[in-house]
Nanobody
Framework: QVQLVESGGGLVQPGGSLRLSCAAS????????MGWYRQAPGQKRELVAG???????NYADSVKGRFTISRDNTKNTVYVQMNSLKPEDTAVYYC???????????????WGQGTQVTVSS
């Protein structure tokens, strides 16, 4: 089995910064894509930022220039540095990883449990 554990959420004032981390562990053979989604109350889940194992990245238009995704493949960990936070960034943030488990011949997407980010004065 594969587990994703997130950390780093919390309450921050507008204009502030937070850094989220997500570590994958368990029966991992290799990891392809990793990244972050978010879901605000009453809204559908949306992609925030993604990264490929080759180093490619993509961002939602709403966070470009403010958020930076990075990963440490030696630790199976993905990060997102969130700067210049706005109230509209308030949401539950979920990390994901596309993982090939040991003994498997296919990749499967796994999700973290979610971490709350609240931007408010």
């Amino acid at each position: 089995q594969v587990q994703l554990v997130e950390s780093g959420g919390g309450l921050v004032q507008p204009g502030g910064s937070l850094r989220l981390s997500c570590a994958a562990s368990g029966n991992i053979f290799s990891i392809n894509d990793m990244g972050w989604y978010r879901q605000a109350p009453g809204q559908k889940r949306e992609l925030v930022a993604g990264s490929t194992s080759a180093g490619g990245t993509n961002y939602a238009d709403s966070v470009k220039g403010r958020f930076t995704i990075s990963r440490d493949n030696t630790k199976n960990t993905v990060y997102v540095q969130m700067n210049s936070l706005k109230p509209e960034d308030t949401a539950v943030y979920y990390c994901y990883a596309v993982v090939r488990a040991k003994g498997d011949t296919y990749y499967k997407q796994y999700w973290g449990q979610g971490t709350q980010v609240t931007v408010s004065s």
